[in-house]
C-alpha cells in the first residue's frame, strides 16, 4: 500500500482547512448581507404595522359615516340625490343631452326638448 509523503498530506489537509474556512466566511456573508432573516421580518413587520394603522383609520371612517347615515338626515338625503339620483316633490330637474359631434343644435321652442 502506497502512502503520501508527509508534506503532501499537510498540504492536502491545509487545503482542506482553507476551503472550510472560506464556507464559514461566504455562507454566513451572504445571508447577513440584507440584515438576515430577522431583518427581512423586521421590515415585514413594520409594514404589517402600517398596513393595521391605515386599515385601523379606514374602520374609523367607515364608522362616522355609518353614524351619519343612521342619525344625519342631510347625509341620506347626499346619498339619495347623489348616487341613486332621487329628488324632493316640486324639485326642478334638468337633463343636460349630450349632442354628437356633427350634429348640429336646433333650440326647441319653449326650452323643453
Do not use: N, Y
Not at 466566511?25 to 413594520?46: H, K, N, S, W, Y
Not at 409594514?47 to 359615516?65: N, S, T
Not at 337633463?95 to 326638448?113: I, M
Amino acid at each position: 500500500m502506497h502512502v503520501p509523503p508527509v508534506w503532501r498530506r499537510w498540504l492536502l489537509r491545509m487545503g482542506l482547512a482553507a476551503v472550510i474556512a472560506v464556507c464559514f466566511a461566504i455562507v454566513p456573508a451572504r445571508f447577513l448581507a440584507d440584515g438576515g432573516p430577522a431583518a427581512q421580518l423586521e421590515r415585514e413587520t413594520d409594514g404589517l404595522r402600517r398596513e393595521i394603522g391605515a386599515l385601523r383609520e379606514q374602520k374609523r371612517q367607515l364608522a362616522r359615516e355609518v353614524h351619519a347615515l343612521s342619525t344625519d338626515v342631510r347625509a341620506i338625503e347626499a346619498i339619495a340625490r347623489d348616487e341613486l339620483g332621487l329628488a324632493f316633490v316640486g324639485d326642478r330637474i334638468i337633463r343636460l343631452v349630450p349632442v354628437a359631434p356633427g350634429a348640429q343644435e336646433t333650440p326647441t321652442p319653449g326650452g323643453t326638448p
